[in-house]
DNA sequence: GATTTCCTGAGTGGATCAATCAAGAAATTG
DNA sequence: CAATTTCTTGATTGATCCACTCAGGAAATC
């Protein structure tokens, strides 16, 4: 899970869509004007989201762009994946252990980066836009409520290696 | 906290550094060996590093670097945060809400920004080198452990607005 | 004083970002 | 049909940052 600004244009974007997209399509325009974000620009990232069909799109005068689910059902997670590139693999990252084993000399971080990825991914997906929009996102846990403390920091847990 | 592949090369560099380094100081020469980082990029890292006092230098023949603190004192968010600028700070970013109340059109998604950057550096202050030596690292709990889980996803919880 | 090692600053090629420009296709309206 | 609206696509640009290199210097040891 790669965390840029185009992906936060993008959730921008969507929360924007889910916020005033009642019946009616919402038209780049409005959005470009209320989020202060160029058209072109955003005609890419909605080009992409539309390609992960998170919005359909409507030509011709009363046209526009409709979320495809409802802001309950669309995950933050889904529209930084749409318009983020796959992760790039320089050398070992998370995506692909290229001959890292782990225990070698280098890449001893691997473990982390992988973690620290699944986390980001878990809390992002755990948050819709119907979340942004009722500010239900401030002070919320991440995932693993249900591990039992067993120490003060450094908390020892081995436990799946989820890909994120 | 902003995350790049140049904080995980600091990250990488202190892990080895951690591994590798008993009585004697550690040379970077080494740790551009073993890590396959570029001594003169090291060298621009472990000057941030050392201005961030988590490193001490010696110079000389037998000289090189040793760590400040113990591997369990030694935290990731402390590494990263030593060697990454400070968050620059574009339109409403996560660091600065410069005239954003939140519920304006615009910058509808600002809590979202500022609880990821509180989860990513709650994971990664509690996070140190000994726990990345000795692999403690994955399937580990992010934070807020004790709340109530109070719905399948779509969790509400309202609550402490920390900055990262 | 020669070697080792840290220390500092300047500069470089490439990649990506955010944006612009340009052209076109579908749909509605008059 | 003609004009307008809106999406759709591709090419291109200026700026910025990354990862790195180069060059020179300062402290410490032998």
């Not at 899970?1 to 919402?26: E, I, N, Q």
């Not at 689910?69 to 590139?85: H, K, N, W, Y």
Request: positive net charge; contains cysteine; glycine residues 10%.
């Amino acid at each position: 899970m790669k965390l840029s600004t185009k992906g936060r244009y993008a959730v921008m974007a969507m929360a924007d869509l889910a916020r005033f997209g009642g019946d009616r399509p919402v038209t780049l325009a409005d959005i470009a004007a209320r989020q202060e974000i160029s058209l072109s620009y955003l005609e890419q990232l909605f080009a992409r989201l539309r390609q992960g069909g998170l919005v359909t799109a409507t030509r011709g005068p009363g046209g526009g762009y409709r979320l495809t689910r409802s802001p309950q059902e669309t995950r933050v997670s889904d529209i930084i994946l749409a318009v983020d590139e796959p992760i790039k693999t320089t050398r070992c990252d998370i995506a692909s252990p290229k001959g890292c084993t782990g225990t070698q000399a280098r890449c001893l971080t691997h473990d982390l980066w992988e973690e620290l990825g699944h986390q980001i991914h878990v809390f992002l997906a755990g948050v819709s836009l119907a979340d942004i929009l009722e500010k239900r996102v401030l002070g919320r846990a991440s995932v693993g409520a249900a591990l039992p403390a067993t120490g003060p920091v450094g908390t020892v847990s081995l436990g799946s290696s989820a890909t994120s």
